[in-house]
């Protein structure tokens, strides 16, 4: 997770606190709120009212991470309610097997 969002961010993306009912939820000094999941590999999330403007940029975050042996995948419409519906969210994993 440190070093997706180190990269993410040294290529000018802007962390969001992660919003969600319930989560198991931690704190980064310095750095937005994260929240905790038990999926195994990379999941690049987008709500579906977004999709026009960021399904482009999830499949390219997906495959670029894919093409330097990181297994990712983009999701879109995966996002639940009542949480940061208007972000790109980044589900990082245990590694895939």
Known sequence: ???????LG???WVGK???GPGD????????PIV???FV???YVQIDNRHAAD??????ALANLLTEDGIAAKAEIGRIPENTNNDVIQILI????D
């Open 35 to 37: 929240g905790y999941t």
């Open 1 to 7: 997770m440190g070093e997706v969002d180190t990269v």
């Open 24 to 31: 198991i939820v931690g704190s980064r000094m310095n750095r």
């Open 93 to 96: 994993g245990k590694k895939a």
């Open 17 to 19: 606190e992660w919003k």
């Open 10 to 12: 040294d290529a000018g």
């Open 54 to 59: 960021f399904a482009p940029i999830a499949e």
């Open 40 to 42: 195994s590999g990379i």
